[in-house]
């Protein structure tokens, strides 16, 4: 699976908008990008994924560049509750995928009143 | 209803102990999986199963053996505990194997070697 690069803190004002980004520069053809996040003394949480669309669900935006080599994980109306560890992840799918998850050290995304 | 759960949430015991932590998940899922969080709070696989058969061993010391009783549960045993074991142990589920699922975490066991 691809390596990722994350700035290791970011902050963020509450309500604003939260973008994350994410370096996968080797990423290959058949794997994707995910997103977790672990908020203190918790199990990580699934976010979204992607392939090469843009993605939206109830939690946030993945905006994956076109070439593939980054995205952007964007959290539209931060709250406090919102600071956490944001993990990006390079996978891949079908045969011959463990399905294990290798964590990086995250961005430490601070929500700030 | 939680979906994956695990017990203890804490754990503290001596050097040369055997203990076990328990995973359930009530999602249905087929695959579930270990992964240890040490103090310097890196994240990494211990062990997959899939349909209570081992996939991934990830260079963990024999005294960690997993069992899998069920799809639903999946146990971790250790034997002679060391100092360097403690560590935050977490279980995660997943639908199945290689497909665009995502996983889901229990809270953890906290596990403390004294």
């Known amino acids: 699976d691809a390596k990722t690069t994350q700035p290791p803190s970011m902050d963020c004002a509450e309500g604003r908008a939260a973008n994350l980004p994410c370096n996968h520069s080797t990423i290959s053809g058949n794997e994707y990008v995910y997103w977790y996040r672990q908020i203190h003394s918790q199990g990580p949480q699934y976010i979204i994924h992607?392939?090469?669309n843009n993605e939206t669900n109830e939690m946030a935006s993945l905006i994956i560049t076109e070439d593939r080599k980054s995205s952007t994980l964007i959290l539209p109306h931060a709250t406090l509750r919102d600071t956490a560890v944001y993990y990006c992840i390079v996978r891949k799918h079908g045969s011959g995928n463990t399905g294990k998850l290798i964590f990086g050290q995250g961005t430490t995304l601070q929500v700030k009143p | 209803d939680t979906a994956v759960s695990q017990t203890p949430k804490y754990l503290v015991t001596q050097m040369g102990n055997d203990k076990s932590i328990k995973c359930e998940q009530n999602l249905g899922h087929d695959t579930m999986y270990w992964y240890k969080q040490d103090s310097k709070k890196f994240l990494k696989i211990m062990f997959s199963y899939n349909n209570k058969e081992l996939i991934i061993n990830e260079t963990v010391p024999n005294r960690f053996s997993p069992k899998s009783p069920d799809k639903a549960h999946l146990n971790l045993h250790i034997n002679s505990l060391e100092l360097g074991d403690s560590a935050v142990y977490f279980c995660a589920s997943s639908q199945v194997l290689a497909g665009p699922y995502e996983q889901y975490f229990g809270p953890g066991t906290r596990l403390t070697v004294t």
């Open positions: 992607g392939l090469k």
